[in-house]
């Protein structure tokens, strides 16, 4: 199994990693977060973004994101992922989401699109999907193709129901391992009003 960084809020979603860590071994899994005042935010963002993935995220080659209530919201976690995809040599991107979570933010459906018209069976998201969902996994989720409906395959971030993921972690991180090589244009930046460890040496330009 590739080297994989776990990101997550240790408040609500301890236990899912806990779960991962026991049943797979910490081997193959980083447990090493970013906590309040390990880092100077009176450097730069480069900086913090360095210092985050030569610290932090060591060797890691993907980041496996746990998906809580409250995980979008949490600056660290906003943080070590864009860190994680910072620069010329970006992880890849794994979102798992806890399972009753995951039935807020997706509802079943079929496609009905003019232009296909299959009768497929798709989840499709509700109100809570961007709510729910952390800033660089939601925007490394947005399909850029024409077809009427896609899988995960076709974007850089997969995202699952925890449920799902624990029955084979290895398969789900080596296909995020791979997406690393397939020609993504991956978002590596955080919105300016995505909670975030921010520098506090910015200039206001007037």
């Known amino acids: 199994m590739h080297k ?18 026991e049943g797979f ?9 970013v906590h309040d005042g390990d880092i100077d935010t009176d450097n730069s963002e480069e900086t913090i973004m360095r210092k985050i993935r030569e ?5 890691s080659t993907v980041t496996l994101v746990i998906i809580g209530q409250e995980t ?32 807020l933010m997706y509802k079943s459906g079929t496609c009905t699109s003019p232009s296909c018209n ?16 952390p800033d660089l996994v939601y925007e490394n989720r947005i399909y850029e193709g024409n077809e009427a409906h896609y899988n995960d395959s076709q974007v850089y971030c997969s995202l699952m129901r925890f449920s799902t993921f624990i ?29 975030k460890i921010e520098t506090k040496n910015k200039i206001t330009m007037l």
């Open 55 to 59: 610290e932090y995220l060591s060797d």
């Open 167 to 195: 029955k084979d972690p290895e398969k789900y991180i080596n296909e995020a391992f791979d997406k690393r090589d397939s020609g993504f244009k991956i978002k590596k930046k955080l919105k300016s009003d995505t909670p």
């Open 118 to 133: 299959c009768g497929i069976k798709l989840r499709n998201t509700t109100s809570f999907y961007k709510i729910y969902t």
């Open 25 to 33: 071994g910490g081997e193959d899994f980083i447990d090493k977060s």
């Open 72 to 103: 979008a919201l949490r600056p660290f976690v906003n943080s070590e992922i864009q860190a994680s995809l910072w620069g010329n040599n970006p992880n890849g991107l794994l979102a798992v989401v806890r399972d009753e979570v995951y039935d």
């Open 4 to 21: 994989t960084f776990i990101s997550y809020h240790h408040d609500n979603d301890q236990d899912l990693k806990d779960q991962i860590i």
